[in-house]
């Protein structure tokens, strides 16, 4: 785990380089309820909810059983439901079927986490004293290009195609091979108020401050494109 690791400081360089409507979200996945964090309390509709709650400022961790009323959000979290609460999955897999919304062979398919979480730690990112997991970014598409840009420069880009849904399996699909976007689904808008014109980019990390420092080169370099392009533009447009 990273000595020098420092929340406050990459939210800082981030924000001075893109644009963010909400703050970016850390997550961690751990073997043990974390000492001197503040456990949940409460009921969310989805595990995805909880990252309404870090992007508002809140730091907090979950244990399995806040996570049992999204059924497909405990799946690609690989959180076993209790007993009295396994037929949700089935129920809502089944409702998805039916409207034609998934189909049954596409289920294999969806990522998961390889080991099940004994507690999960969510807090903006500038609250993260050590390093997390993942760093979740909602942001409208010119702040992902940006983004997606410095994962290219650093070399962390996944190189598999953008995500549709579920939102939640991106955690898992970030884990296992780099940084993702994901175009989020209808459930994840809903629960944690994503707009008509945001998305999410995923990065582990281990991998956030090369892509920092990456970043840090490709704001100045879009900077003067965009000067560049500007008076291009006034220049040889004649429309």
């Not at 001075?16 to 000492?35: C, D, I, N, S, Y």
């Not at 990522?111 to 942001?139: M, N």
């Not at 410095?150 to 962390?156: E, K, P, Q, S, T």
């Given at each position: 785990?990273?000595?020098?690791?420092?929340?406050?400081?990459?939210?800082?360089?981030?924000?001075?380089?893109?644009?963010?409507?909400?703050?970016?979200?850390?997550?961690?996945?751990?073997?043990?309820?974390?000492?001197?964090v503040r456990r949940f309390e409460g009921t969310e509709p989805s595990g995805c909810s909880f990252w309404r709650l870090a992007a508002e400022g809140q730091s907090f961790y979950t244990v399995p059983g806040n996570h049992f009323n999204c059924a497909v959000g405990a799946y690609t979290h690989n959180i076993?439901?209790?007993?009295?609460?396994?037929?949700?999955?089935?129920?809502?897999?089944?409702?998805?079927?039916?409207?034609?919304?998934?189909?049954?062979?596409?289920?294999?398919?969806?990522?998961?986490?390889?080991?099940?979480?004994?507690?999960?730690?969510?807090?903006?990112?500038?609250?993260?004293?050590?390093?997390?997991?993942?760093?979740?970014?909602?942001?409208?598409?010119?702040?992902?290009?940006?983004?997606?840009?410095?994962?290219?420069?650093?070399?962390?880009?996944?190189?598999?195609?953008?995500?549709?849904?579920?939102?939640?399996?991106?955690?898992?699909?970030?884990?296992?091979?780099?940084?993702?976007?994901?175009?989020?689904?209808?459930?994840?808008?809903?629960?944690?108020?994503?707009?008509?014109?945001?998305?999410?980019?995923?990065?582990?990390?281990?991998?956030?401050?090369?892509?920092?420092?990456?970043?840090?080169?490709?704001?100045?370099?879009?900077?003067?494109?965009?000067?560049?392009?500007?008076?291009?533009?006034?220049?040889?447009?004649?429309?």
């Amino acid at each position: 785990m990273a000595t020098t690791w420092n929340g406050q400081d990459y939210e800082r360089q981030i924000s001075a380089a893109v644009k963010l409507g909400r703050k970016p979200v850390a997550v961690t996945f751990l073997e043990a309820p974390p000492a001197g964090v503040r456990r949940f309390e409460g009921t969310e509709p989805s595990g995805c909810s909880f990252w309404r709650l870090a992007a508002e400022g809140q730091s907090f961790y979950t244990v399995p059983g806040n996570h049992f009323n999204c059924a497909v959000g405990a799946y690609t979290h690989n959180i076993p439901l209790s007993p009295e609460r396994q037929k949700e999955t089935e129920q809502t897999l089944k409702m998805m079927f039916n409207l034609g919304y998934v189909q049954p062979e596409e289920v294999p398919e969806i990522p998961r986490l390889a080991k099940s979480p004994q507690a999960i730690r969510y807090s903006p990112l500038s609250d993260a004293r050590t390093e997390p997991d993942l760093v979740l970014f909602a942001a409208k598409p010119a702040a992902a290009m940006l983004l997606q840009e410095a994962v290219n420069r650093a070399g962390v880009a996944s190189g598999t195609p953008v995500l549709g849904r579920p939102t939640c399996m991106a955690l898992p699909a970030s884990l296992q091979h780099g940084a993702m976007i994901s175009l989020g689904c209808i459930g994840n808008r809903v629960y944690t108020g994503l707009s008509d014109d945001e998305l999410y980019v995923v990065l582990r990390g281990k991998d956030l401050p090369t892509v920092v420092e990456a970043l840090k080169t490709i704001g100045m370099a879009n900077t003067t494109l965009r000067d560049y392009a500007e008076n291009r533009r006034q220049q040889l447009s004649t429309l």
